[in-house]
């Protein structure tokens, strides 16, 4: 792994000593190795190949039912946003290492989910100085509305349950993420950013009741840390707190963590938390 994980992963008035169920190790360089085989043999052919056209826009994707659905269950719905190397119309090139870890078969089987998977024709977020903190602060791209209209769309074809929707991304698709969630927060019931850029401060009303992981690596060049430490921070200053926790990895760079990419215990808060209604 490229750096340890600072003990950085706080939730709402708690240290992040009393969250340890979210630090994993898969730090050596043997099991590191074994995991990058393993993300490389995966088949892409699980994923059902899918196109969405609406009053939105239009939106390739790909979706992975979960391997055994059984008559009268409903099931979770995972939705992993790219980044910008993967914007395109092939619809295969957004099927990268995080995408690909839930077909894992031992993930596939822990955690029985729709796995959907769009793919962007151009940005779904960009970034501008926000004039509040002069840090960069993401905004939606034209695109992202069909998101949660192709949501909207599969929920009566599929056995999707309204009350687990969760979203996850890397970079562009993780500041995309959060981006959804402030468009239709009606309709998450909790998101995974990896190495993305955080919205504008001021939306801090609006997330925090959201469970939302931020991930981020101290040494991103490309996307920097400091927007995502801000909006934690402003999160943490919530009347009442806020669902929040990150996790930051000293000296890791811009990617998804190694160790976290087949690891359970992200997962496991995630697949925990459901959409009050």
Known sequence: MRGAVIALLLAAGCAAAAQPELLTDRTTPARQASDAALLKSLDRDVFLNGGYAGPTGKLSYRLMPPADVQPGKRYPLVIVLHGSGAIGNDNTSQLGALAMSWTAPAIRKRYPAYILVPQFAERSANYTPSAADGL???????????????????????????????????????????????????MFAAAVAFSGIAPERAATAQLKDLPLLLVHGDADTENPIEPDRALFAALQRQPGGAKARMLEYRGMEHTVPADMLLAPAWRDWLFAQRKAR
């Open 136 to 186: 960069l602060a993401s905004r939606p791209g034209p695109n992202l509305p069909s998101v949660a209209a192709l949501v909207d769309n599969l929920k009566p074809q599929f056995a999707i349950d309204a009350d687990r929707i969760y979203i996850t991304g890397f970079s562009m698709g993780a500041s995309a993420a959060t981006q959804a969630v402030l468009q239709r927060q009606d």
